[in-house]
């Protein structure tokens, strides 16, 4: 060690490295070299947003996953899990640094036994391991693609820290050991286990013999040596002698069975749990859930372990009650059980001393610290045996973490997190203030400033608790829940009374509004109907709240609701939007008890279905709706005529938006603009308003791996909180307004963003095709035959716009072109009074960008409509009748004329062209050769395969797909 090192304790820690790349990743210049405890939490922290989207703080940990403690020496530090990022939490500081790295959810992780390095990994197809440093929080390694077909389930660093075990959760699973300190992206040892070991899913190293590791699954424990240069495991097995194995066993439980040996699990009455090495000799200690301990003293002879006698394995039973978990520190072993009681035992399994005041319940992990005190336990002899004793963290099934000072026999609970599935949040309207609840039926309110929790609430007659929404005001909260109940509480006290509980809806509640003005409440539930209630002001008494009633609006299920006002400001409006694509507007003023009136339903599209909607920012002096559909495509409606004004291309990371909302300015917005928050399947997102198709002025991140529920804002626009559901965590993010724009900056100017979204970009074939019909748009307008001197001018009139539309392969509906041309002739209107009759180049480019499909046609679209529409009856790909197919044009959707299907068919199949005074039935009679006459039953086959369809009616050759899509511009 240099003489430097012998000065910096702290950098002692480090493995040694094994290339020199190595050498001068972990120099005397870099953050994780010079790094010391301090240096993850200092006690000034300035933080520098970078970011549009920084995560700021992680409610709710993986109760599946152990608690590790990293200090507990000057300050409380402990390691968890939650969603897909790992959390060092320091109790002491009440802060958080949150390890970013995976884009799914983290299966597994653990800690080196100096604490000082932290491996994580997921379950992904992409199987990402990451090393970090838990003095700096910066990741030093990262294994990718360790095991593609299935991901990661068990992960262990060796003793020295120098190799990291991973163990893969494919069909027929693998083991790899790793030298994570080289720069080698392929494993030093790599092993496939047989399946009839059972499924293994946990694995760690013997920390006093890097050479040896150790898995168990509820059945089998196998022993592994690298000592021979390679990867080679047996299973852990009794030689059956005389009588051994006579206790009954669930053989459709556990069918692996081997008949020359003693069966593991009726020695061990039940279920394996996780096994760990003796702290000294070459033994192996398992504990089952019948509250029973197996030890297998084992040989160095690997070939040998395969056949233990029974004297070498010895069975003891310690309690009647499961052990859930063993692990070994200094010289005892420690067990955990279902009730929550800690024990300590001896190497002679003698009771120590024990922990069951603290009434917790089932014990998930134990973590003991690296730091020491001497003291000592009393027993019944007369001298005193001196203990080296340790503080340990407990973490329960029910994500309650306990720190435990065992020299003072006390139990202090440094977390307390949800343990259930959370589907709402929402935020005070003028106060710091997130609530959250979940489905165990606990409303907690957190004070997203202070960081901490300060108030909640156990309803013990509902349950689900489904939708939360605090009023404009801040005066009441009001609560869903899975029942269809609705409670009204005292934000402040959490109590409610008696009066405000309505239990009328028997389905569970999907969405909640107020309306601006807190007078009236709706609510959504999955049941497809909207119920109504309504503030009730008496002289006599405060406000009270009143069940107006319920309406089947739609008959499918609802997807949003959304309330307003009138273009005079004063009266509320109301609307909901269906998955039957209808927007219903209701007339409050004339509603009454048990009477809710409609004023008017518009279907708003075609073949998309709606998923979310929400006002429109004030551009201009019309008032517009914005919804979004799972074509990825935004329309804005004028909330009067309820007519389509624009249509914009959406956000396309991988899956539609489901949720969006129109963020309050605040301190931090310098540059004066509107911003639009929404989440898709598993993301949460901004956009820079107004929409206009950029795909650079939105930007977003994967929040919730398995899928985020809901999100909601903060009153000053700071902050975003997402509810994960199944994931049990309420992540909150910091906006940086000022990253966004940059980022949208850097995008382009003007056209440029869009050039990108074009084939080939604004160099490629494409667009040069583009420019070409567009001038020849310019002359067709002039006619094709005139000889007067040309005028042409930079925009082409709009009766041009549909046909150079088709020519660039995207084929609008007629309630589509009505749109498109809606779209141009009023974009002006409100602010000049005059239509729009032309379009220039730029104009077009943006047009046909946000109105063609996001991803074109792709083959399984094809292939779901000849399976809804097709007869599969005789087996095999099903196939169309031709007479269905042209009754389906004539009569379904948009119904084509008989003329204008001939003309279609004429041009699809190659006819000559249409003569001057002939109809297109005369001319589809004919060929090119005139003495040929063609029908449509002639030509078109009597049943019609997808191919046949693709390839000869369309014209679409294999050659035309790309990633499983067609060209837009063939």
């Known amino acids: 060690m240099s003489g430097a090192e012998a000065q910096n304790p702290e950098t002692s820690n480090i493995p040694q490295c094994q290339s020199e790349a190595d050498k001068l990743r972990l120099t ?3 953050q994780v070299y010079t790094a010391t405890r301090e240096t993850l939490f200092p006690k000034e922290i300035t933080r520098t947003r970078t970011h549009a989207l920084s995560l700021d703080w992680v409610n709710g940990v993986n109760s599946t996953l152990p608690v590790y403690m990293l200090q507990d020496h000057n300050q409380l530090v402990f390691l968890y899990a939650g969603a897909h990022v790992a959390i060092i939490y320091n109790h002491t500081t009440n802060s958080q640094h949150i390890l970013e790295g995976h884009s799914s959810s983290i ?60 163990l893969g959760n494919e069909k027929n699973q693998c083991v790899c050991i790793w030298a994570w300190t080289n720069d080698s992206n392929e494993p030093l040892w790599v092993t496939e286990l047989i399946p009839e070991y059972g499924y293994q899913n946990y694995i760690i190293f013997n920390p006093n013999n890097s050479t040896q590791l150790l898995s168990t699954s509820i059945s089998q424990v196998l022993f592994y040596s690298t000592a021979q240069g390679n990867l080679q495991y047996v299973p852990l097995r009794i030689i059956k002698l005389g009588d051994a194995a006579t206790l009954e066993l669930n053989a459709s439980l556990f069918p692996h069975t081997t008949p020359e040996y003693c069966n593991i699990l009726k020695l061990a009455r039940g279920p394996l749990n996780p096994s760990v090495f003796h702290w000294q000799d070459l033994k192996v200690l398992t504990p089952t859930m019948s509250g029973i301990i197996m030890i297998w003293d084992l040989m160095e002879d690997l070939a040998s372990n395969q056949n233990l006698s029974r004297d070498r394995v010895k069975v003891i039973s310690l309690q009647d009650h499961p052990i859930t978990l063993l692990t070994v520190t200094d010289s005892c072993i420690v067990t955990g059980d279902t009730r929550g009681h800690i024990n300590f035992y001896d190497e002679n399994m003698l009771l120590l001393t024990w922990y069951n005041q603290f009434n917790l319940d089932t014990i998930a992990s134990i973590s003991f610290s690296k730091e020491c005190s001497q003291g000592h336990l009393e027993d019944c002899t007369i001298e005193a045996k001196p203990l080296l004793s340790r503080n340990f963290v407990v973490a329960t099934v029910s994500s309650m973490m306990v720190h435990v000072n065992v020299q003072k026999g006390t139990c202090q609970v440094i977390l307390q997190e949800n343990c259930d599935t959370i589907n709402t949040v929402a935020c005070h309207p003028t106060q710091p203030l997130m609530v959250m609840g979940n489905h165990k039926g606990t409303l907690k309110v957190w004070d997203y400033e202070q960081k901490r929790t300060v108030r909640s609430k156990v309803f013990e007659k509902e349950k689900e608790i489904q939708c939360v929404m605090f009023d404009p005001q801040g005066r009441h909260l009001a609560v869903g829940f899975g029942s269809g109940a609705i409670h009204f509480l005292d934000p402040n006290t959490l109590q409610s009374n008696p009066k405000e509980c309505f239990d009328t809806p028997k389905d569970s509640i999907s969405h909640m509004s107020f309306s601006s003005d807190s007078r009236y409440l709706a609510t959504v539930d999955v ?53 039957d694509r209808m927007l219903v507007e209701y007339d409050l003023e004339n509603s009454d008890m048990d009477q809710i009136v409609i004023s008017s339903t518009k279907r708003i599209e075609q073949s998309a279905v709606p998923k979310c909607m929400t006002w429109y920012p004030p551009f201009s002096a019309e008032q517009f709706v914005v919804i979004s559909s799972d074509q990825y495509k935004m329309k804005l409606f004028n909330s009067t005529t309820k007519k389509c004004r624009k249509t914009l291309l959406g956000p396309t990371y991988g899956s539609p938006v489901k949720k969006m909302e129109i963020l309050p300015t605040c301190e931090g917005n310098e540059t004066g603009s509107y911003y639009m928050a929404y989440i898709t399947e598993d993301k949460l997102g901004l956009q820079i308003l107004p929409l206009d198709g950029n795909p650079f002025k939105s930007h977003a991140v994967v929040c919730h791996p398995t899928g985020v529920s809901t999100f909601a804002y903060s009153h000053d626009g700071r902050f975003l909180f997402t509810a994960g559901g199944g994931d049990c965590t309420v992540l909150s993010w910091q906006i940086s307004y000022n990253a966004l724009e940059g980022a949208a900056a850097l995008g382009g100017k003007d056209l440029m963003p869009f050039y990108t979204l074009l084939e080939g970009g604004k160099d490629g074939k494409f667009y040069r095709e583009i420019e070409d019909f567009f001038y020849y748009c310019q002359i067709h307008n002039q006619g094709l035959e005139s000889m007067d001197t040309r005028q042409l001018s930079t925009k082409i009139p709009l009766t041009e716009v549909i046909p150079l539309m088709r020519a660039l392969a995207y084929f609008p509906t007629e309630e589509e072109v009505e749109d498109m041309l809606n779209e141009i002739k009023l974009s002006k209107y409100a602010e000049t009074g005059e239509y729009t009759t032309d379009i220039n180049l730029e104009e077009l480019i943006k047009l046909y960008i946000n109105h063609r499909p996001a991803f074109g046609i792709s083959i399984s679209e094809i292939t779901e409509a000849f399976r809804v529409l097709g007869d599969a009856s005789r087996g095999g790909p099903p196939v169309l009748p031709r007479n269905e197919l042209l009754e389906l044009l004539q009569v379904r959707g948009e119904a084509m004329t008989e003329d204008e299907l001939a003309e279609c068919f004429t041009s699809l199949l190659g006819f000559i062209e249409v003569q001057e005074g002939e109809s297109p039935e005369q001319q589809f009679c004919k060929s090119e050769d005139e003495s040929q006459e063609y ?15 693709t390839d000869h009616i369309l014209g679409l050759p294999p050659s035309t797909m790309r990633g499983g899509h067609f060209s837009q511009l063939e």
């Open 107 to 166: 299966s597994c992780l653990c800690v080196s036994q100096d604490r000082r390095w932290i491996a994580t990994a997921d379950l992904s197809t992409k199987s990402t391991v990451i090393i970090w440093d838990s003095y700096s929080g910066i990741p030093v390694n990262t294994l990718f693609d360790c095991h593609r077909d299935g991901g990661v389930i068990a992960i262990a660093f060796s003793g020295d820290t120098k190799q990291l075990v991973t």
């Open 527 to 579: 049941g497809k109907a909207i119920t109504i209630f309504r503030s009730q002001t008496n002289d006599d008494s405060p406000p009270l709240w009143i069940y107006l009633g319920r309406y089947r609006s739609h008959y499918k299920p609802i997807a949003d609701l959304l309330f307003g006002v009138h273009l005079d400001g004063i009266k509320p409006r109301l609307f909901t939007l269906g998955m």
């Open 935 to 949: 029908s449509l039953e002639s030509v078109i086959p009597e049943e019609i395969s997808m191919k046949i369809f």
């Open 28 to 30: 005397r210049e870099s």
